[in-house]
């Protein structure tokens, strides 16, 4: 199954370190990367199931305004890219973002 794509574009920056870092809060998603187009213009980019992917866009959207100056530019989803995405766009899980989407495991209670 194809993981859907988010994508939010944001002036500096201060707003989308904020904006990646709210995302990974908010939903199971894995944070690819953000890619710095222009002039300060910046798109934060996350991987997911649809749902948490549009649960986390909302969650960055909302961000944008915790930040003094931040400024939304743009923001979509694609539900189902096309696998010729995954060779022309940086969406692609590498090795650098794999160990983010284990699950996590709690050690064991200390008492039985």
Request: net charge negative.
């Amino acid at each position: 199954m194809t993981l859907a794509l988010g994508m939010i574009e944001v002036y500096g920056v201060p707003t989308a370190i904020e904006v990646g870092d709210a995302m990974c809060k908010a939903a199971r998603i894995t944070l690819v990367g953000y890619e710095n187009t222009d002039l300060g213009r910046i798109t934060v980019l996350i991987r997911g199931e649809v749902g948490e992917v549009n649960v986390a866009v909302v969650a960055g959207i909302k961000a944008v305004q915790r930040v003094n100056g931040g400024e939304l530019l743009s923001h979509h989803t694609i539900p189902r890219p096309h696998e010729n995405l995954e060779y022309v766009l940086p969406i692609h899980r590498s090795i650098n973002v794999a160990q983010f989407h284990a699950d996590i495991r709690f050690p064991p209670p200390l008492s039985a």
